[in-house]
């Protein structure tokens, strides 16, 4: 029995296993889907194929030696985890320099030295080109593991060094049953945390782990919908308590806003007819009611909104000036 315990990506894990196993290993792997479809579960999986010590079958970690344990928690001596720096939102080119002094290193106690570069998207320009030095003249008994949401989102130098393995997300359908054959969950979660994660197995795993993450969603949309039918002075109340205190706005405004355009992208799906699943689907009578109330043009251009809103927080514009502005967008319903 596989120890992999992936779901729903049967043919990476068979790639993955059989580079582990035999003699078609690469020196950079990218995984790229979208946030919460297993991309670190996926790679740290394969750092413990190729280094596990206690294994029978090759390819096949046992999960359960100190190599596979100290992989899984991300703290073996010979795995370096490269992420942005407290402070910063950036993977910035020093710290390339000093994965790069480390890899020029023999490993420890391992067989493969693993570098698991997550969300490399996040890397600078600079930092990227630095990267394409070890990618193309790669340290031997080295393992490069990065993950992206999309290749656009990288330079095209570092797509084509590396062995590329998108995962998608498991239907809606695929992503319920698993909830509640695997993870015991009732229906009724698996059916909503199905739909909340679009089929993200890691995603919904998560939201089932965490119970405030799911009171936070549910309370922002019905503050949300009270403030469809009020003054837009009560609208601007709102805007005021997100954007305090200041060094806490930019991130209360950003746990917000995605909520907001999941409720909004629900009403144009349904305006349109098109028949695609909800997102919020214990919502459904409330996205039925305010679709009816707008026309899909007026419905398009609220998801284009929120979209915009998101990007200003990421360039770092005013947060109340943003939640203002999106807030005299939303129709009165």
């Given at each position: 029995m596989t120890t992999w315990q992936i779901h729903g990506h049967d043919w990476a894990v068979k790639l993955l296993r059989s580079h582990a196993a035999g003699d078609k290993l690469r020196h950079a792997y990218l995984?790229?889907?979208?946030?919460?479809?297993?991309?670190?579960?996926?790679?740290?999986?394969?750092a413990q194929a190729l280094n596990c010590t206690a294994t029978d079958t090759p390819g096949e970690p046992c999960g359960e030696c100190r190599e596979c344990r100290q992989i899984w928690d991300m703290v073996h001596p010979d795995m370096s985890l490269l992420v942005p720096e407290e402070g910063h939102k950036d993977i910035r080119i020093d710290?390339?320099?000093?994965?790069?002094?480390?890899?020029?290193?023999?490993?420890?106690?391992?067989?493969?030295?693993?570098?698991?570069?997550?969300?490399?998207?996040?890397?600078?320009?600079?930092?990227?080109?630095?990267?394409l030095k070890t990618l193309e003249e790669p340290p031997d008994k080295v393992i490069l593991l990065l993950t992206a949401d999309t290749l656009e989102s990288l330079?095209?130098?570092?797509?084509?060094?590396?062995?590329?393995?998108?995962?998608r997300p498991a239907s809606i359908a695929d992503a319920e049953a698993?909830?509640?054959?695997?993870?015991?969950?009732?229906?009724?979660?698996?059916?909503?945390?199905?739909?909340?994660?679009?089929?993200?197995?890691?995603?919904?795993i998560h939201l089932a782990e965490e119970p405030d993450?799911?009171?936070?969603?549910?309370?922002?949309?019905?503050?949300?919908?009270?403030?469809?039918?009020?003054?837009?002075?009560e609208r601007f109340r709102l805007a005021e308590s997100l954007s305090r205190p200041y060094d806490k706005a930019r991130e209360?405004?950003?746990?917000?806003?995605?909520?907001?355009?999941?409720?909004?992208?629900?009403?144009?799906?349904?305006?349109?007819?098109?028949?695609?699943p909800l997102v919020n689907v214990d919502f459904e009578d409330r996205v039925d009611q305010v679709a009816a109330a707008l026309d899909l043009a007026k419905a398009r251009a609220l998801?284009?909104?929120?979209?915009?809103?998101?990007?200003q927080l990421d360039a770092y514009a005013n947060v109340r000036l943003v939640l203002e502005d999106l807030m005299l967008r939303w129709p009165r319903v």
């Open positions: 995984l790229v889907g979208p946030q919460g479809v297993g991309r670190r579960t996926l790679a740290l999986r394969f710290q390339v320099r000093a994965l790069q002094h480390t890899l020029a290193l023999s490993p420890y106690t391992a067989k493969y030295r693993i570098a698991l570069l997550p969300d490399f998207q996040q890397a600078t320009e600079s930092a990227a080109n630095a990267l330079l095209p130098t570092i797509v084509s060094r590396c062995e590329v393995i998108r995962l698993y909830l509640q054959d695997e993870r015991s969950l009732s229906g009724e979660k698996a059916h909503l945390l199905a739909h909340l994660s679009g089929g993200r197995i890691g995603a919904a993450s799911l009171n936070h969603r549910r309370e922002t949309l019905e503050t949300l919908l009270d403030l469809l039918s009020a003054t837009r002075v209360k405004a950003g746990a917000a806003i995605p909520i907001w355009l999941s409720f909004w992208r629900d009403v144009f799906v349904d305006a349109s007819g098109a028949g695609l998801v284009l909104a929120h979209e915009e809103a998101l990007a």
